[in-house]
């Protein structure tokens, strides 16, 4: 119990101190590169935007998209203060649009899967009743709305939001996960010149020049979980097995309960060079029973005071990238700098956006192809 309130009460700071660097606005290009993922288990957009619609001549906007994350909301906007409204996201890596106007909700999926890790140009535009998208210059989706409730005129204001919604996500007609580890770039929005409102304390991320697959730790963040969130015990025989793919040094993986820490970290080979480039590529397999832990099939730790099984199935602290709870100065030679490809737990490929805190500058679905003390844009 008191462990659970410790492992509560860390959480509950992680999330007021990114609550704290929400308090003031800033606005840039809507041209620039946009890096969406920035934030954890919000619904609020990234950025937004509006104009009169007296203004818009019309109601079209394009831009190019690139990510690996098969699912996350891209590009929502709204008339009439989010009376009538549409969202694209993506779901299994697929296009989808949701659009509620009046008394109609509808949801509609289709085209190419997007989460290749390449440029894809989308188009989004409305034309009378129909809403259109285009992938990469070819006609994808078209959805068409009447109902004797819609207006055929439109006045007022019309709001745009990047990564996010503005209307409460109860609204949907399928939900999804709203986290989206994804970049936009060359954006034309209405073919207007309005700034995008943003918040300079999300600490906006830079965009990789090129990216491969995996779990991206720049050596300042960690992501944490509670264990009775991730796959549990089969057999007491087989225990807990984690598996991890990639390159990294420093921290990898902490396991926390009340009166017990274990550190899997490889910060002291590494720590006096911290641009290091990435080591060779390495695989570590954790397996835990009920009174030892293994690495790579070789006791670490023997314990016959501890059940890990049963603190496993009751709520342990499983970090990634570094060690809860130390001081800044200690922090420094414990957080994880590298890749990692694959996470891997009883047999099931883990995401970074179901951890309970993921610090900001980490990038779930993401790495930067190349080595990783290169300038990045």
């Known amino acids: 119990m008191q462990h659970t309130r410790k492992v509560a009460l860390l959480l509950t700071l992680c ?19 946009i890096n969406l993922g920035q934030r954890q288990q919000s619904w609020a957009p990234l950025m937004q935007t509006y104009a009169n619609l007296s203004d818009v001549a019309s109601i079209r ?12 909301t891209i590009f929502y906007g709204d008339t009439k203060e989010g009376g009538d409204w549409f969202v694209l996201l993506l779901r299994d890596g697929v296009p989808e649009m949701q659009i509620g106007k009046a008394d109609i909700l509808v949801s509609v999926q289709g085209g190419p899967k997007l989460n290749d890790g390449a440029w894809h140009k989308l188009e989004l535009r409305s034309e009378g009743k129909y809403v259109i998208l285009e992938v990469n210059g070819k006609l994808e989706l078209v959805v068409g709305l009447s109902s004797e409730q819609t207006e055929d005129t439109l006045t007022g204001k019309i709001r745009l939001a990047l990564g996010g919604m503005l209307v409460g996500h109860k609204k949907l007609l399928h939900p999804f996960k709203p986290e989206l580890d994804a970049c936009i770039r060359e954006g034309q929005w209405l073919n207007l010149s309005m700034p995008w409102i943003t918040n300079p304390g999300w600490e906006l991320q830079p965009c990789f020049p090129e990216i491969k697959k995996g779990s991206y730790f720049p050596g300042n963040g960690l992501a944490m979980f509670n264990t009775t969130d991730l796959p549990g015990v089969e057999t007491e025989e087989k225990g807990i097995t984690i598996e991890v793919y990639g390159s990294w040094h420093g921290t990898l993986i ?20 911290k641009n290091t480039e990435y080591p060779v590529q390495a695989y570590w ?13 070789e ?11 049963s603190m496993w199935r009751e709520g342990m602290l499983l970090t990634f990238g570094g060690l809860p709870g130390k001081t800044e100065d200690a922090k420094s030679l414990y ?3 590298g890749c990692l490809e694959r996470i891997v737990i009883q047999g099931q490929d883990i995401d ?14 993401s790495c930067p192809a190349k080595a990783m003390n290169e300038t990045f844009s």
């Not at 906007?61 to 996350?72: L, Q, Y």
């Not at 179901?354 to 500058?361: E, I, N």
């Open 352 to 365: 970074l956006d179901w951890a309970s805190f993921k610090d900001t500058s980490v990038s779930s679905h």
């Open 254 to 273: 902490s396991l926390q309960s009340a009166g017990f820490e274990y550190v899997l970290s490889e910060a002291e080979e590494f720590k006096k060079d």
């Open 61 to 72: 906007s394009f831009f190019e998209f690139r990510t690996f994350d098969p699912e996350g």
């Open 335 to 337: 957080h994880l700098h």
């Open 15 to 33: 999330l007021y101190f990114s609550w704290l660097r929400l308090t003031a606005t800033a606005e840039i290009s809507g041209g620039e590169v």
């Open 299 to 309: 006791t670490q730790q023997k314990a016959d005071s501890f059940d890990f099984l």
């Open 285 to 297: 397999d954790l397996t835990i029973l009920k009174h030892s832990l293994m690495l790579n099939g």
